[in-house]
């Protein structure tokens, strides 16, 4: 059976789809035409966005994911929301940014967080997060943005850098497993599309440098078996089969994930202090609940076990 819109849209794949569904002269579902639109405004609106930005502040401004990323895809086959800046100059760069123009959106970031409150310019429908350090697991060893400068290249847009490929590579996989580990297959595809002229030895080795072998290892089988016929790993047969047949993960399997994935990237005392704290929050009852209430959770979650979260 063929993969749903549903699931489609929420493995990040409408634009490809869409476009995919144009080559072979057929017409796409409605929301797959829609976000492909989506993601032509978007890629038509990043250089604007950008040349404003590098005309607005001075300093270092490393561009990662978002538009780094949609170039290797053909066309506007990939779509974005954000422009992600790092710089050493966060606040700086923000306070520039906004005496520019541009305007503070959303919620302000908490204290410590890794981009300051996102901004955007009033005409333009991409917003701007303005990091001072990359998101990255707490279990690993954090990735400082000194060595990204030291080895960036040119970004695709003027005035801007980009980490090189191996960082870049290594970055999207973590930043996928930030998020949902293994669960939206459009992660894999952008760690394939950057890593596909690499040396895969040369990409373990710097996984290795960085502390983060288990996590590449896993999101490299992954990937494998996916696109290039390698044999499914266990993640794909476990946790994150949703993967291979292109739909959402249930709630079953995204407690699964949630309480077994620590094993494939983290140390194992880390991922089963983090499962028994995952566990304990899932099946125990909380001080406050009721007999009554208990049961009545119980048989909320067997119903729905099987079924994507609403």
């Known amino acids: 059976m063929g993969a749903t819109t549903e699931s489609i849209v929420a493995h990040g794949l409408a634009p490809i789809a869409s476009a995919f569904c144009k080559a072979r002269g057929e017409t796409a579902p409605d929301e797959l035409q829609r976000l492909e639109r989506v993601a032509t405004i978007a890629n038509a609106s990043a250089p604007l966005l950008l040349e404003r930005i590098r005309s607005s502040c001075e300093g270092p401004l490393l561009l990662f994911k978002g538009p780094e990323v949609a170039h290797l895809y053909p066309g506007s086959a990939r779509g974005f929301g954000d422009i992600d800046l790092l710089t050493p100059r966060a606040e700086e760069v923000h306070r520039a940014l906004c005496a520019a123009g541009f305007v503070e959106i959303r919620s302000e970031a908490p204290s410590g967080h890794h981009h300051l409150t996102a901004l955007a310019w009033p005409s333009l429908p991409l917003s701007v997060e303005v990091h001072s350090r990359l998101n990255w697991p707490k279990e690993l060893p954090a990735l400082g943005s000194s060595a990204l400068f030291e080895s960036g290249v040119p970004a695709a847009a003027a005035g801007f850098t980009a980490p090189d490929a191996l960082h870049h590579t290594l970055i999207l996989a973590v930043h996928g497993w930030q998020h949902h580990p293994l669960r939206v297959l459009r992660d894999l595809v952008d760690v394939a599309a950057m890593s596909v002229t690499l040396d895969q030895t040369e990409l373990r080795s710097q996984a290795s440098r960085l502390g983060i072998s288990r996590l590449w290892g896993t999101t490299e089988r992954a990937a494998d078996a996916l696109f290039y ?73 067997l119903r729905d076990a099987n079924k994507p979260p609403r």
């Open 229 to 301: 016929g390698g044999a499914r790993s266990l993640s794909l047969r476990t946790w994150a089969r949703s993967l291979e047949q292109v739909r959402q993960r249930s709630m079953l399997e995204i407690d699964l994930e949630a309480m077994i994935s620590g094993f494939w990237w983290m140390k194992p005392r880390v991922a089963a202090a983090t499962a028994f704290s995952l566990a304990h929050r899932r099946l125990l009852a909380r001080p406050d609940e009721t007999a009554r209430g208990r049961a009545l959770a119980a048989l909320a979650w």
